[in-house]
């Protein structure tokens, strides 16, 4: 019997031998191995926290002292020691339990976590509400020495240091972000690490904070000892860890970023296929290819190269036009306008479920001042994802913005013909949504000039049923139109719009003549999005109108073939709204 089969709850923690603890954090080690292998997830953060996770639940009484994690990337002990260790060691149950903080699977998790940085100021408002009510408990975040890059953490941590009570935070330093960390910021933390915690530069010491450091982040028994010294304590105190990230799986100790995170089956060392052409790849050779030509390109990135497969290679050739400015988003969007602004050539690499972090700096930095900067949207679309990490939103939050072109391609040629056009142009901000599908190839290069703002593609001529398919669901609009044919022997318009951001009043005025109906596809909410703004259009005349899209909603893992029928977007479903109201 191995001893994380005993524990249940963080009660029978305390009553582990030193030994035991320590056997229990290889326990937790093979278990998240275990989970990850066949359901993927976060590795390598994961398993550098085992020991200081169990040192908080021998010390700490939680859930009366709470727990705050940060991004959750370092969550899976703490999940196993509060009674979900089924979700990591019973196969049949692995799906039962999410990778990130969430309150509705535990007493023990307070908040739904999934975006970096937020862990501090979490605390700091629970802090500030138990001492306005007159209680006493430890409250304790746990935020990862890369989410210290993020703006929030900063603004966290300078109101956490007013706090005349008790806020314990730990800083997980396992000297990595998901790729490397970059900024000032690190080069006092190495310096606090060679100095075992001495160095007279103390960041959380300027800022006012008392400050404990452990240099053996994965010994239990130390971090017992210190944890028993600042627990209770009546002011703001930082506790700093060294870890090791990956500890216990060499692969992930030698190469930390690669296995950050990681999908099923990479215990089985399946031998790595070549890999098709990807729009991930198309956009390297782009940057690669300006950058070669000596032109003043740059690429940024904030803190997730490998979703975009920025990987070292890539990093390497692009030298000084490559910046990682680390989880900052906000700061990326900024540093983007300033290089367009000057004459550099940015573009600027983001995932849909970060950008919603940009909102301001999009209107205000970027927008306002129309930089005629490149910003790349991934993975845009509905999807299985944790709540935490959807990316069904960037439609609305980006198209109604003004000065903003939103673009949507179909096909390579249309997306290398937009970043060209981007690239070159000095007139707009310029966002574009890289297709989640396969790549799409016509091959013929796509000559439209996209200066002229607005113009969409009429790609077949129909009449009765117009379809209006953006970017992702292009290819579910050519399935409409051929069971419209098959079903109703109606010829439907195809329409590709390219814009996401605005209307084509020439194109929709002429529908008029020989259309009653129009529908929209769009991969992603519909409220504030692409098809409302046709919707509107048409609103004082008698053309229908159906918007196929999804809910505003959070959805959590949930199949996508069940969010599919959930939103009418199967041909099938499409074709009889279209029935319904012909």
């Known amino acids: 019997m191995t001893v994380l089969e005993k524990i249940n709850s963080p009660q029978d923690v305390k009553t582990l031998s030193l030994q035991e603890m320590n056997t229990l954090a290889q326990d937790i080690r093979e278990a998240i191995l275990n989970r990850v292998n066949t359901i993927g997830g976060h590795l390598g953060p994961d398993l550098g926290i085992a020991e200081a996770t169990i040192a908080m639940h021998y010390v700490f009484d939680s859930p009366k002292d709470k727990f705050i994690f940060d991004v959750s990337h370092q969550i899976y002990p703490h999940k196993m020691l509060t009674g979900r260790k089924h979700g990591f060691v019973d196969s049949s149950r692995l799906q039962e339990i999410s990778g990130y903080s969430n309150p509705k699977e535990s007493e023990h998790d307070h908040f739904v976590i999934g975006h970096t940085s937020t862990s501090v100021s979490l605390a700091t408002g629970v802090a500030k509400a138990r001492d306005l009510k007159g209680d006493n408990y430890n409250v304790i975040a746990l935020i990862g020495d890369g989410s210290l890059s993020g703006g929030e953490a900063y603004e966290g941590f300078n109101n956490a240091a007013e706090l005349d009570s008790n806020i314990i935070i730990i800083v997980n330093d396992n000297e990595m972000s998901i790729a490397p960390n970059y900024g000032g910021l690190y080069k006092n933390l190495a310096e606090l690490r060679n100095t075992n915690g001495q160095a007279?530069?103390?960041?959380?010491?300027?800022?006012?904070?008392?400050?404990?450091?452990?240099?053996?982040?994965?010994?239990?028994?130390?971090?017992?000892?210190?944890?028993?010294?600042?627990k209770d304590t009546n002011h703001p105190t930082v506790v700093h860890i060294h870890t090791l990230k990956g500890k216990g799986y060499e692969p992930a100790v030698v190469d930390k970023e690669t296995y950050h995170w990681t999908t099923p089956g990479f215990l089985n060392n399946k031998e790595a296929s070549v890999q098709a052409e990807t729009y991930n790849s198309i956009t390297k050779d782009f940057l690669l290819d300006k950058k070669q030509k000596g032109e003043p390109v740059i690429a940024v990135t904030a803190a997730t190269p490998g979703v975009f497969e920025f990987n070292p290679e890539f990093r390497n050739k692009m030298g000084k036009n490559y910046t990682d400015v680390g989880i900052a988003e906000e700061h990326a969007i900024a540093y983007a306008s300033g290089l367009a602004q000057n004459g550099a050539k940015p573009v600027l690499a983001l995932m849909s479920s970060f950008v919603q972090r940009t909102y301001d700096q999009m209107s205000q930095d970027l927008a306002l001042n129309?930089?005629?900067?490149?910003?790349?949207?991934?993975?845009?679309?509905?999807?299985?994802?944790?709540?935490?990490?959807?990316?069904?939103?960037?439609?609305?939050?980006?198209?109604?913005?003004?000065?903003?072109?939103?673009?949507?391609?179909?096909?390579?040629?249309?997306?290398?013909?937009?970043?060209?056009?981007?690239?070159?142009?000095?007139?707009?901000?310029?966002?574009?949504?890289?297709?989640?599908?396969?790549?799409?190839?016509?091959?013929?290069?796509?000559?439209?000039?996209?200066?002229?703002?607005?113009k969409y593609k009429l790609v077949e001529k129909g009449e009765k049923v117009a379809i209006i398919a953006a970017g992702n669901f292009f290819g579910l609009g050519r399935q409409v139109k051929e069971e419209l044919k098959t079903q109703l022997n109606i010829d439907a318009t195809l329409i590709n719009p390219r814009f996401l951001t605005g209307v084509d009043f020439d194109m929709l005025e002429t529908l008029k003549k020989d259309h009653s109906v129009v529908i929209t596809l769009e991969d992603g909410e519909l409220d504030g999005g692409f098809g409302e703004k046709?919707?509107?259009?048409?609103?004082?005349?008698?053309?229908?109108?159906?918007?196929?899209g999804s809910k505003k909603e959070f959805t959590d893992r949930v199949p996508l073939e069940e969010l599919y029928n959930r939103y009418h977007l199967t041909k099938e479903l499409i074709v009889s709204d279209i029935k319904g109201i012909l």
Request: overall charge negative; aromatic content about 14%.
């Open 370 to 454: 129309n930089s005629p900067a490149t910003v790349l949207i991934y993975w845009g679309g509905i999807s299985n994802a944790d709540m935490t990490h959807l990316c069904t939103f960037d439609i609305p939050l980006i198209s109604n913005i003004p000065n903003i072109v939103y673009l949507s391609p179909v096909s390579k040629e249309e997306y290398l013909a937009m970043l060209e056009w981007s690239y070159n142009q000095n007139e707009h901000t310029v966002f574009i949504r890289v297709p989640s599908t396969d790549v799409v190839s016509y091959e013929t290069a796509d000559n439209t000039d996209y200066s002229q703002l607005n």
């Open 200 to 230: 007279q530069n103390n960041v959380f010491k300027a800022i006012g904070f008392d400050y404990y450091y452990v240099e053996e982040g994965n010994n239990t028994e130390k971090l017992i000892d210190v944890f028993k010294k600042v």
């Open 534 to 548: 046709i919707t509107r259009f048409y609103g004082n005349s008698s053309m229908k109108v159906l918007n196929f």
